[in-house]
């Protein structure tokens, strides 16, 4: 599916998402997933030529024809297949979905959540020039958004955010360098404090956490740990050698539903609110971060924003719609609350393999 506008951080450039859909079929119910894995290996080492032959090969055999009573019980049987967390949460959150059909209960309510409705932010990626950014802030902020992402790397920053924030004294800032930087750019990253951002996300390397330690010390400005924190093991590491102030849950990211929440949980008790973020997903990804963000401590606004922002049409109905004042109300019916597109999904698929139980 192409983006509406091409999507760019410190790794690259994404104009098309190849999207991996799963399908869970349970006593005439139909429950979806949608794996967050990129076109390459860049974000994380998963990518969609991998996740594919992993879930064929070794996960939904895992579970096919199994008696499963709730995706709870997928990171158990998936238990085997090291990390490919990405591949894992696509089946273990179209399990979920099907189970929060069979219950007849929202997917939210189902997995925890209270909140009835999310605060929504926006990431904005690195652009052809500043003046579009500051374009595209402008519209966003408009659109009723209640905090701005920017993307940074080196050679788009300092520079970028004293633009930024000359215009805009006083917005909800954050920024994201998807590790763009090592500790020898310490004396760098303290330009960054002048700005009073609310966080700086995954400054340093994507599997570190010690280093980030050493460097929140360094600074007044809050670190928020993305890459780093792939499950609840991690972010209580990272909270009790205060390598962080602030963690993003990706769903993908932790390998699905059930690690989410106890990261989530772990956060709570160490007192590091969270918020949700994103993946460039289609609307059956997006519905999913929607009910993950009900959880009481997601209490920051998540990358969680309109469809209309990345599709020119998305593959639920209704699409995500955002209100005026950045906030998104959640729906009381079963299951997602929106309802999938089949036709249009059949229409824009390349590749398809159906398994069946004996
Ligand atoms: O680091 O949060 C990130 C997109 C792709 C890969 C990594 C990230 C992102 C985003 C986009 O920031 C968030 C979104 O709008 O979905
Ligand atoms: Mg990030």
């Known amino acids: 599916m192409p983006l509406v506008h091409f999507f760019e951080t410190s790794f690259g450039r994404t104009y098309d998402r190849r999207i991996l859909l799963i399908t869970v079929h349970s006593e005439g119910a139909e429950g979806w997933g949608e794996s967050v894995v990129g076109e390459n290996p860049y ?8 996740a594919w032959p992993t879930l064929t090969t070794h996960l939904i055999p895992a579970i096919l024809g199994k008696n499963v009573a709730s995706g709870r019980e997928c990171p158990a049987l998936f238990g085997r297949v090291r990390a490919h967390r990405m591949a894992k949460a696509a089946l273990e959150n179209a399990v979920w979905h099907v189970e929060s059909i069979q219950k007849q209960q929202p ?19 690195i652009q052809d020039s500043v003046e579009q950014l500051l374009e595209k802030i402008q519209s966003e902020l408009a659109a009723g958004y209640r905090r701005i992402k920017v993307k940074v790397k080196p050679g788009w920053d300092v ?13 909800t800032l954050s920024c994201d360098a998807n590790s763009a930087y090592t500790l020898d750019n310490l004396d760098h990253l303290r330009k960054f404090e002048q700005f009073n951002l609310l966080m700086i996300e995954q400054p340093l390397w994507d599997d570190d956490i010690y280093y980030h330690a050493r460097l929140q010390k360094e600074l007044r400005t809050a670190i928020c740990l993305d890459e780093s924190i792939v499950n609840d093991r991690c972010a209580a590491f ?3 050698i205060g390598a962080c102030r602030i963690i993003n849950i990706k769903v993908g990211r932790v390998g699905g539903f059930s690690e989410a929440i106890k990261i989530h949980d772990v956060c709570q008790s160490h007192k590091i609110p969270v918020w949700c973020g994103g993946m460039l997903e289609t609307g059956i990804g997006r519905a999913q971060n929607i009910a993950l963000s009900t959880l009481a401590n997601f209490s920051l606004p998540g990358d969680v924003s309109a469809s209309k922002r990345y599709w020119k049409e998305d593959i639920i109905d209704p699409e995500v719609e955002v209100s005026a004042n950045g906030m998104l109300a ?11 597109k089949t036709d249009l999904i059949e229409k824009l698929t390349v590749r398809k393999e159906t398994f069946q139980a004996r």
């Open 43 to 50: 974000y994380s080492s998963e990518w969609i030529e991998s």
């Open 238 to 240: 990272a909270a009790e």
């Open 330 to 340: 959640v729906a009381d019916e079963s299951g997602m609350g929106y309802r999938i």
């Open 107 to 125: 997917l939210w309510k189902l997995l925890g959540g209270t909140r009835r409705e999310i605060a929504c932010g926006v990431s904005i990626g």
């Open 159 to 171: 520079n970028v955010l004293e633009r930024i924030r000359s215009r805009w004294a006083d917005i």
